[in-house]
């Protein structure tokens, strides 16, 4: 009988999946556009088994999710674990799954989010948190400060193997909120341009510099207005301040390296960003969400 | 023959218009929603025509105009004014509007916009500059600084009469993306909830405290999940974290005393938001516009 481990990373907008062996490599992985936005409550089950059925049907085949699929509007509410929280304080909040198909109870459990306290305000993770645990096993790491950009970007401070605290800037968000619905959108092009360095460059500058990304953002209408900025450069500049005021934002108390976890288009630009500040920067792709997951599940088994 | 002024403040979502006698008193007001986002190229003198005709074919009526009317996708383009600007800067860039109606020439003026440049970054204002001139007229004030709260909220200092500099900040805009199209507004409530003053208060600190609202703004998902901010409080805690890093964010150069014109809506949040950073405020509303535009007719008909 095989010991396989499934490892699900089920977010807002996809949902993502990996077969691993009992080595940790991966044997398949599988993807589809059934992000729990688009997945009605009482539905989880039936997209699982549609995606993933035939593996689970496999005998010695468990299952780890994490992500958006253990919130309140997911398939089950697994609560957040408060930080600090390292692979013990998460293994001890998995939360079972109760499922079963073809007559077979499938043994399913779900990754707690995390959350932390920053200055009186509550913050919190779901998903993110298998990512960092993954990126310390794979660069062997102990203590590191951790970036995932994203929509949502995660800034996570790790200690002794624990995650301490982390702090969420809606970069990603802001980003797509001026492009698409703000008075900017129309000095955008229409189209996509590709990637403009020396605008990203000057975009981080000016962020850099600024206290505001509401006001430093009216300068994409008047670099435009008096044709200062090509129109084929303007959304590159509004990614350079955007990502420039994130960087400005974050305290790196004392780090002098980053690990940064993420696509690459986006750990690309950060980087570029960083490099301003003289930080050394390791870079990971969102892959290494099974390892984290392979990592909890050992955790797991040694504690049962 | 009387002497008379139509003063007209035509702005992108509204077009008012005051008739103003030689002592400067407002004998009637009309306004419409015909701003010039809702106008095609060319039916600008007809909008101006069924709003004012009548007004303007008394003999000894003059007009003149000022906001977006004068921009490029406007009536016609009043270039920019470059700042330091008052009342003499301003006159002399004054455009006529060439225009006949019923077999008579209208006297029809353009007040400019103005520019000014903030660390090697344009920007520009059109329409505030008569509220600014009219409001040092109605205080009787040579230096100030001046705040106009709005969709893009205009700080102006002014020395010796004459705007020296000023700063946009896009924070009503920014509030009204967070509000429609964030993630947040799954946390508001679908209609609007009446001020909710301690809440506002708790958002102006936080955003003193914080570094950009990327990161503040989360804290209203978060503070609604853990149920710690009841949802009709919600927007108007949004609305004090973008109001405080608007203040965070602008520097007041020494001012001991602001000057705000705007709605009484916004002013008034304003008043609340600054109270904490010690400062004297003296409020007038948008009416001053009449004031600004009369300044400008007079020193105009002296000037000529």
Chains 1, 2 share one sequence.
Not at 61 to 88: H, I
Request: charged share 25%; proline share 5%; hydrophobic share 45%.
């Amino acid at each position: 009988m095989p010991d396989r481990l499934l490892a699900i990373d089920w977010g807002s907008s996809a949902l993502r999946g990996a077969l691993l062996d009992e080595a940790g490599r991966v044997l398949d992985q599988r993807g589809a556009a059934r992000g729990m936005l688009t997945i009605g409550p009482g539905d989880f089950a039936d997209v699982f088994e549609t995606t993933f059925g035939d593996w689970m049907d496999v005998p010695g085949t468990r299952c780890l999710m994490a992500g958006m699929v253990g919130s309140k509007q997911g398939w089950l509410e697994a609560p957040y674990c408060p930080c600090p929280a390292g692979l013990d304080e998460i293994v001890r909040a998995l939360v079972r799954v109760p499922h079963a198909a073809r007559g077979r109870t499938r043994e399913i459990r779900l990754v707690p989010g995390l959350t932390c306290e920053n200055r009186g305000m509550p913050d919190v993770m779901r998903g993110e948190e298998v990512k960092v645990l993954g990126a310390l096993e794979a660069l062997g790491l102990d203590d590191a400060v951790l970036v995932l950009p994203g929509t949502h970007s995660k800034w996570a401070t790790v200690a002794k193997g624990r995650i301490e605290s982390f702090a969420t800037v809606m970069s990603g968000e802001f980003y797509a909120l001026l492009c698409r619905h703000s008075i900017l959108a129309k000095s955008l092009p229409v189209d996509d341009a590709p990637f403009d360095a020396p605008a990203f460059d000057r975009g981080v500058a000016t962020a850099l510099d600024g206290a505001s990304l509401m006001q430093t953002a009216f300068s994409v209408r008047t670099l435009a207005l008096f044709e200062r900025l090509p129109e084929a450069a303007r959304a590159s500049y509004l990614s350079g301040l955007v990502i420039g005021e994130e960087l400005r934002c974050r305290p790196l108390h004392g780090a002098r390296e980053l690990v940064l976890v993420g696509a690459p288009v986006l750990v690309e630009r950060f980087e570029r960003a960083l490099a301003r500040r003289g930080l050394a920067v390791r870079t990971l792709g969102e892959e290494v969400a099974w390892r984290g997951l392979l990592a909890i599940d050992r955790c797991a088994a040694e504690s049962s």
